[in-house]
């Protein structure tokens, strides 16, 4: 094996070597990608409760203050 057939071997497996890393890279790229992914879906979720319940105790709000009104109201026409 001569010393250029060396260096072809040693370029060929500098190469693949390249190659692996590189996908290797793009493997962990997606995953960051797919759990950066999940995280806002799951935050997206939670912001959606959490303006569900400030929406249904707006509500509750809204009733106790009519039930006072009509309370009021009672009491006043008596």
Do not use: H
């Amino acid at each position: 094996m001569g010393i250029a057939d060396q260096f072809k071997d040693k370029a060929q497996e500098l190469a693949d070597q390249a190659k692996r890393k590189a996908n290797e890279g793009k493997d962990t790229g997606r995953e960051r990608m797919q759990d950066s992914s999940g995280r806002t879906s799951k935050t997206s979720q939670q912001g959606r409760d959490r303006a569900q319940q400030g929406r249904d105790r707006a509500q509750q709000g809204r009733d106790r203050a009519q039930q006072g009104t009509d309370d009021a109201r009672e009491r006043f026409d008596r």
